[in-house]
């Protein structure tokens, strides 16, 4: 299956011939020696192909090249956000980006105000003080599975066995990510199940995995107030790591409910 002349049309024309993300005109006039040059990209939400970015074996492949999953970018923001699956992750960001831009379209021509551009900012109070260590596989989806977004870290492998296990680790995230509360019952047992072995395989390479959740402030767009964009963050380190800090919770706990001491 291909993207219909229809659906090319549908998604040109409520683009307005712009990027959605940097808003360049995608049709370059032509010269007096050539003809016009096009320099945009229908380009897909959900990959169609399994190691392709934000891939889902739960999206229905009939929509695969429909217009609810393109968006109109240039050619070098499509390779950006396929590039860059950690930041790009979710569909969800490129499905807003795409509205917003569509919205700004739409003001555009009828003379209303002006979208402010979306973005995202940190916040200090959204920061994690520090990353636990996750040991299980419920940890893990817990973990992912509040947030919108993956970022991800690890310390530089040395072997392509390396390679291939913190890869298909990370990549098992993703999915899992992607499918979201589609989930079923069943196949989250079966998910936490194969996440707590990984973390096994991993640690018996030499490997710990750290999480946390950061919360970031996701404002501009056709919103009205800034809305909570929580981020999963899983970093993997090697165990001698010296930026491993080794703490323990019962002492750090016995600590924090003694009186406060007077000084003399």
Known sequence: MSIV?????????????????????????ATPVDDESVVGDE?????????????????????????????LLCRVHHKMVDDQADTYTTADILRQMKANHE?????????????????????????PAYLSRLTTGKEVLNLVMSAYALSTDNDELKSQDEV????????????LMEIGNDLELSSRVKAVYDLTDSL????????????????????????????????????????????????????????????PTTGK
């Open 5 to 29: 002349d229809k659906t090319r049309k549908i998604l040109w024309g409520r683009s307005g011939n712009r990027c959605a993300i940097c808003k360049h005109e995608l049709v370059v006039n």
């Open 164 to 175: 291939d296990l913190v890869g298909g680790f990370l990549q098992a995230i993703s999915d």
């Open 200 to 259: 096994a395989e991993l640690e018996r390479a030499g490997f710990f995995v750290f999480g946390g959740r950061e919360v970031q402030l996701m404002e501009g767009g056709i919103m009205t107030e800034p809305s909570d964009w929580p981020i999963a963050i899983l970093n993997i380190l090697r165990k001698d790591n010296p930026e491993i800090i080794h703490v323990n919770l019962d002492d750090l706990k016995k600590q924090n409910d003694q009186p």
């Open 103 to 127: 919205t700004w379209v739409s003001k555009k021509l009828t003379g209303e105000p002006e979208l402010k551009p979306l973005k995202f900012r940190r916040i200090k109070q959204g920061i």
């Open 43 to 71: 380009c897909h939400i959900v990959s169609s192909l399994p190691n392709g970015p934000r891939y889902d074996a739960s999206y229905p492949r009939r929509k695969l090249d429909s217009y609810e999953n393109l968006i």
